[in-house]
């Protein structure tokens, strides 16, 4: 995976994400081959990835999460397994999470 910070438009900056193959030259967007729902988990996944490794200006970890509708357009397995991931992550990793 490779992330790329888009700053061109003021005010409104946009992330790219790219797959890259095995030998590491030829780069797609995971729109091209990804449904929907696959982007929305890769999504979310970015967003969970970072959260859970954010600190303040202190550098202490920043203990609670705000998330806005992570279940949308997810099938019955799918909210399951997020409510289940969301549980694991205020459980194990003593994170609170605010929806």
Do not use: W
């Not at 790219?18 to 990804?34: H, N, R």
């Not at 969301?86 to 194990?92: E, Q």
Request: proline share 4%; aromatic share 6%.
């Amino acid at each position: 995976m490779k992330f790329e910070c888009d700053m061109a438009e003021k005010g409104k900056p946009k992330l790219h994400v790219y797959i890259e193959d095995k030998s590491g030259i030829d780069i797609v967007s995971p729109t091209l081959s990804f449904s929907s729902a696959q982007i929305n988990v890769l999504s979310l996944s970015i967003f969970l990835a970072k959260a859970l490794n954010t600190t303040d200006a202190d550098g202490k970890p920043v203990d609670c999460i705000f998330i806005d509708d992570p279940i949308q357009s997810m099938d019955s397995i799918n909210v399951l397994g997020v409510i289940d991931l969301l549980r694991n992550i205020c459980v194990n990793l003593g994170k609170q999470i605010i929806i």
